[in-house]
């Protein structure tokens, strides 16, 4: 395996303080699935007692590199070194027992088991349960008081919130003896507040002599926390960074390959007529809770309404409402001046003919089918369509050319109408779905985060999708939990808190703070 | 009035024998199914080794012996279970089902071959069997009205496979819930990941399970040939084994009331026998089909309706591979 020398190379070792030994050097890894090269001759120095971010885009290979290091996956090449000598890792048993402990993306806890019984599973102490939870226990206790790990160890992991998953993840690692600790994707599942718990422990965590390796494609959480940083981009380490020493362009430029825009051009227009207006609408969920208390907005052709609020609050009910998946309970819609009141016929077929499009907070569960392939998820909801059609059947030539013209001008890749939409990576599915939606030339376009376990690259095209039917005179109603996504691509916002709009305000005048305060119901505008 | 106590006291009695195989076959399923692999073959397994047994204790003339070679045969079918499913990630109903046609075929063939008898074994006498056991002060106790007669005539005077049985729950329960063993395999069966990433083999955990499913299976499969039978005749598990499965999860796969439900369809089909030819007030009477239909019934209308939320374990009849 040749390997192309690419900018940034081994540069860095030198910029790196010189402070201390390496707790983990990896060495040529290489590893292949299939036709697939995940790692490509990689090689990554990490210093004991520091955070080492590793940033890259979906499919660069981070995750398998991760992987391989914890002896999940066996590297085809290439030679690990901890603590400067070399070990094989072939099986997590064997990097557990080296010291190397996990918190994977999809955590690794048994739901049905309470805390305790998931923190002291391989590690439980003796034979007869009893006999060692105890010690188990107590041991439990005391890492979870030195690092600020608050669990509750008689609940079941089912009915926990995922931050305290995580925390249980941690601990489990911990309680194993890691003095290693990697972190995938940590903060993708998390609400801000619980980011900012996450990395108290982890700046706690190193103070204290533990190593910390962070995935994530987030570049605003490597600045944040890690000391050095490497980029990684087709199965290679393209770069490495002291992080005081990088910014996130140089940092998004790397991982993408090209100069990538993160700020946004808004196109300026004045906003047309109301076309969206919800009036008092009240929804009660089917366990009796009040999830929407009398929402009132409206939002005009051209206008980008941002809501904003932690995950839960409401704001999924209300996409559910106005997308007619739900039943309008109470209150009255407004749509494109047709008005629907509560129990009338309201549902995602006639909201699509009222000319309301709507792209799915979760994309695999609503966007997609994932095994259906592209040319059939490309037109799911819109399949009644008689363009579609030749006679009285559907016509397969017509739809795949269809689609690929869709495919091409939204850049999915790979461009192909005809590979399965779960093959694809969450920036492409992502992209097919918002295709879809936009191509059927709606008024109004509800979309629910629209860059949740997105590539930068990604990110960058939908945020121009979006600006470019803004400026067609579209209605956007943009719900997400990130903050910095609301931020820059409304006009104005709303946010909400246990089911209730608490604030609005102008995206100009709006800050962080300010809204941040108003999400946990402290402040009420 | 005596006469309706002495009749129920022999149909608990013949509840007690007849849920003996049902018991030891649910708690092998437990404990297969709680680690994640689905276990249709029970009746095979059962099956096989009910004619291993007769068989070994017919040539050697030692009962010992013949459970031995239960207890094997069972073990062997279980890890052809294994291999199709665990090694070789294929579908574990397909497999189970082969082991139930494979052993079907296999015992009529092999009897035949082995005995011409047209598939059965030849009767064993009463030493080459486990014969029932009386506890000791019987004759004191039947003086004490009501519980003197129940301990005498449904407690005391089974084989000592049906105390086996019993002892079979508490074992499965103690095992399951109470030791690390247990927590791993329970763990294997929700979430074979975490156990896999918590440094233990999925793989060989789950062989484990099965290999113990296949100890219990040997036990039922020698109680119906030389214990409760003496001899093996063709298909003389009858539907047992999938009785059993039903039992496991009308029981939620927790031993305590697999129990119970392996006594309930136990004493269904006790009842089935009792009321052959009885005339029934209001309804006269009931063809014996309907009866021995019973429990089958009952099976679909628990299973469908009263259940409700039985809860399979999280990861059963999913292979576990790691690089997808």
Sequence with gaps: MKTIEEKGGNETVDSLPPSTRLAIELKNITKIFGHVVANSDVNLKVLAGTIHGIVGENGAGKSTLMNILFGL?????????????????????????????????????????????????????????????????????GLSKNYGLDVDFEAIISDIPVGMQQRVEILKALNRGAKILILDEPTGVLTPQETIGLFDILRSLRDQGVTIILITHKLKEIMSITDTVSVMRGGKVVANFSTEKTSPEELAENMVGRKVLLSIKKPTLKFGNPVLEVKNVSHESKDGVNVLKDISFDLKEGEILGIAGVAGNGQSELLDILSGIETLQRGQITVNHKTILPYQDWNSKKAREFGVAHVPEDRHKRGLVLPFYNYENSILGYHRNEKYFSSFLMDKRKIVNFVDDLIENFDVRPRSSSISSGKLSGGNQQKLVLAREIESNPNILLVGQPTRGVDIGAIERIYEDLMKLKSKGTAILLVSVELDEIMSLSDRIVVMNQGSIVGETNSSNATELDLGKMMSGLEQV | MLESFQIIISLLDSTIRIATPLIFCAMAGIFSERSGIIDIGLEGKMLLSAFVAATATFLTGSPILGLFGAILASCSASLIHGFACITNKGDQVISGLAINILASGLTITLGIALFSRGGQTPPLASEQRFMPIDFPFLDQLSFVPVLGELFVEVISGHNVLVYLSVLAVFFTY???????????????????????????????????????????????????????????????????????????????????????????????????????????????????????????????????????????????????????
């Excluded at chain 1, 010291?99 to 998931?118: A, D, K, R, W, Y």
């Excluded at chain 2, 113990?212 to 598990?237: Q, V």
């Excluded at chain 2, 299973?303 to 039985?310: E, N, R, T, Y």
Aim: proline share 5%; aromatic share 10%.
């Design chain 1, 73 to 141: 996956y066996k590297p085809d090449s290439g030679t690990i070194f901890l603590n400067g000598q070399a070990v094989d890792v072939n099986s997590p048993e064997k990097s557990i027992a080296l010291g190397i402990g996990m918190v994977h993306q999809h955590f690794m806890l048994v739901p049905t088991f309470t805390v305790l019984e998931n923190a002291m599973l391989g590690n439980e102490g003796s034979m007869i349960l009893k006999n060692g939870e105890k010690a188990v226990l107590d041991r439990l206790k």
């Design chain 2, 174 to 324: 103690y095992v399951i819930f109470k030791t690390r063993f247990g927590l791993r395999l329970r763990a294997v069966g929700e979430k074979p990941e975490a156990v896999d990433t918590a440094g233990i083999s999925v793989i060989k955990m789950r062989y484990q399970s099965i290999l113990i499913a296949g100890m219990l299976c040997g036990l039922a499969g020698a109680y119906l040939s030389i214990a409760h039978g003496a001899g093996f005749g063709r298909e003389m598990s009858a539907g047992k084994g999938y009785i059993a499965l039903a039992a496991m999860i009308f029981g939620k796969w927790n031993p305590i009331p697999t129990l119970f439900a392996c006594l309930l369809f136990g004493f269904l089909e006790a009842l089935g026998v009792r009321l052959e030819g009885v005339e029934l007030i209001w309804i006269g009477e009931v063809p014996v089909q309907v009866m021995q239909a019973l429990p089958y019934v009952l099976t679909v209308v628990l299973l469908a309706g009263f259940i409700g939320k039985a809860r399979a374990p999280g990861a059963i009849g999913v292979p576990y591979s790691k690089e997808s």
